[in-house]
């Protein structure tokens, strides 16, 4: 075989697969938002099908025999090709040690839990959910097995999600915040609570729309390759650094929710769109790692979104989308609002402060249920005692309980931590960035272009060219999440006035 036919065919290879995942997706977003109720079987039959063809093209011997002939011409590769054979090497070893109809059957199943974990959750019925949890639970043991048979299941899955990342590591990380958080969150709830009672009055879907508008431009999405669409949980769908969609959610009683959706799905849509040409169609496309891409939505949702200048940048033209509703209200008092910090039920409405706790109750319970030592019908007597022994609070019932998160349906496990990472990361990026630029002056007026810029220029235009490791430390320099607990003791003192 001659190099240059082996590029091509390299080339070919990884375009096939975008072209099935992008049928995936499609069905995905169509399935999400304008397909009706009983229409979940056929889509099943199809991502069924689309999985395992997926699944034998990437198998077969052909591509091992590939891969192999392009790794023994490593030297002779450009970085970047380099790297995608480095890549797709360690995939394909990962999916040929997975059986075909195993993989399929999993296809199969995460489509009919994601159906039966809607309807278990409205009718807030754990028991409904259970037979179905059991079998992923089963699968993703499993599977950990197939990825790194040398890790213990739950590392190996957190490996999938933030390469290098282990139970070692998560326990101390969430130890130290835990030692931070906490006190920090006691002395926050003895202090008077901020008024937010304005930010639940009515704010009509029609106005929030056009606001939507107007904080995707000044995220500085572009409308032309990025659209933003309807669904109960909002999401960011990429299809390439031309095509990404984001949805939100709008809730007439409450102003927060879709905004900082916007906010948080945009900043996931920036990197997407922010990825060099030439990595697109290939593995190297798309974001490095779960925590990565968190750290950016966050970015955007906490670190600049829910920040004083920001509020104030854009505060007079919310007046003009909701005159009514914000006319005795002040920038100050809205920013506020926006950061009361509170126990809470939701882990997707939870403040900057308490936010690490809600996931810390989902890693501890993932690593019991991976781990063999949680069963599945415990979970939610398991969720509401940690609720109760991290946030102090009583957990009523399991729709506000262990069925609100999409993920596990989803067949995410080990997904969680990620956020929390990525808050983490956020904190440390935006230290450095200070450094380097002038941040409040531009955002105090509204424009993020030296934002973009620069998280652009250290992160997003990688994609997925170095290891997710490198990509934290070209951004954060040497990963310290005492940064991140340094800076909520300063926003919230300054806040609560401690
Ligand atoms: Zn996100």
Redo the contacts with the bound molecule.
């Keep these: 075989m001659e190099l240059k036919e082996a590029l091509a065919r390299l080339a070919e290879l990884q375009k096939k697969r975008y072209a099935y995942r992008a049928a995936s997706s499609s069905l995905y977003l169509d399935a999400t938002t304008t397909a009706p109720k009983g229409t979940a079987e056929g889509r099943g039959v199809a991502l069924g099908v689309l999985a395992g063809e997926e699944h034998k093209l990437f198998s077969a011997p052909e591509v091992g025999e590939l891969l192999d002939f392009l790794w023994s011409r490593r030297d002779e590769l450009e970085h970047c090709v380099r790297r995608q054979v480095e890549e797709l090497r360690r995939s394909y070893a990962q999916l040929k040690r997975i059986p075909a109809d195993e993989y399929m059957e999993y296809a199969i199943l995460t489509n009919e839990a994601d159906d039966v974990w809607h309807r278990a959750k409205e009718a807030s019925d754990f028991e409904l959910f259970r037979p179905v949890l059991e079998k992923l639970v089963a699968f993703n043991i499993k599977f950990a097995g197939y990825y790194d048979a040398s890790k213990a299941p739950y590392d190996a899955l957190l490996n999938e999600y933030e390469r290098g990342v282990d139970m070692a590591y998560l326990d101390k990380f969430f130890a130290t915040l835990r030692e931070r958080i906490i006190p920090l969150l006691h002395a926050v709830m003895e202090k008077e609570p901020p008024d937010d009672s304005f930010l639940r009055r009515h704010y009509p879907a029609g106005a929030q729309r056009k606001f939507s508008d107007y904080l995707m431009e000044v995220l500085g999405l572009d409308r032309a390759h990025c659209t933003i669409g309807e669904t109960e949980h909002p999401y960011?769908l990429d299809f390439n650094n031309k095509d990404v969609r984001i949805t939100t959610h709008y809730y007439e009683d409450n102003v927060d929710f879709s905004m900082y959706s916007v906010i948080?799905?945009g900043g996931?849509a920036k990197y997407e769109l922010g990825i060099a040409d030439d990595l697109q169609y290939t593995c190297l496309a798309g974001g490095v790692s779960m925590g990565v891409?968190?750290s950016q939505?966050?970015f955007y949702e906490n670190l600049i979104g829910r920040s004083l200048p920001f509020i104030q940048a854009i505060f007079p033209k919310m007046k003009e989308f909701f005159p009514e509703q914000l006319a005795d209200v002040t920038a100050e008092q809205f920013y506020r609002a926006v950061n009361k910090a509170q126990p809470s039920l939701i882990r997707t409405e939870a403040d900057e402060l308490t936010y690490c706790l809600h996931v810390m109750v989902r890693y501890e319970i993932e690593k019991q249920l991976i781990g063999g030592t949680l069963a599945v019908k415990d979970v939610p007597e398991t969720w509401n005692r940690l609720y109760k022994e991290y946030l102090g609070v009583d957990v009523p019932d399991d729709k506000r309980g262990c069925l609100q998160d999409s993920h596990w349906s989803g067949g995410s496990f080990g997904y969680f931590p990620s956020?929390a990472l990525g808050s983490a990361y956020g904190a440390q990026m935006l230290k450095n960035m200070e450094r380097d630029i002038d941040v409040w002056g531009p955002v105090s007026r509204g424009d993020l272009s030296g934002v973009s810029a620069w998280l652009g220029e250290k992160i997003h235009k990688y994609g997925g060219l170095m290891e997710p490791a490198d990509v934290v430390k070209n951004a954060c320099g040497q990963f310290d999440p005492t940064v991140f607990a340094d800076y909520l003791e300063k926003k919230y003192g300054a806040l609560y006035g401690l």
Excluded: I, K, L, Q
Aim: no cysteine; aromatic share 12%.
């Design positions: 960011t948080h799905e996931h891409h968190e939505s966050r956020y």
